[in-house]
């Protein structure tokens, strides 16, 4: 059964940091992926990860987020730092193309 469950996310005041879990389950997948949902807007891809590291990054977190994988975990990292009140959305986890079903996602808050 595939599984993925986000967590990490939280309110945090403009400049700070978090840093995004995402632990898979039920699949195995060469590349993994982030993504957020921001209110009224449509879901928009954030960053990818190759299995053995390489990584793409939307223009807008580009400098600012770094995605990271542990494969022996299972899991998908997103550290964000310098975060802007635009990053406010919620977080999700997926292969790139967002085949998978959805998980449930996780919170960002980023105001002061």
């Known amino acids: 059964q595939v599984q993925l469950v986000e967590s990490g996310g939280g309110l945090v005041q403009p400049g700070g940091s978090l840093r995004l879990s995402c632990a898979a389950s039920g699949f195995s997948s060469s590349s993994m992926g982030w993504f957020r949902q921001a209110p009224g807007k449509q879901r928009e891809w954030v960053a990818t990860i190759s299995r053995f590291g390489s990584t793409n990054y939307a223009d807008s977190v580009k400098g600012r987020f770094t995605i990271s994988r542990d494969n022996a975990k299972n899991t998908v990292y997103l550290q964000m730092n310098s975060l802007k009140p635009e990053d406010t959305a919620v977080y999700f986890c997926?292969?790139?193309?967002?085949?998978?079903?959805w998980g449930q996602g996780t919170q960002v808050t980023v105001s002061s």
């Open positions: 997926n292969i790139p193309t967002g085949a998978l079903a």
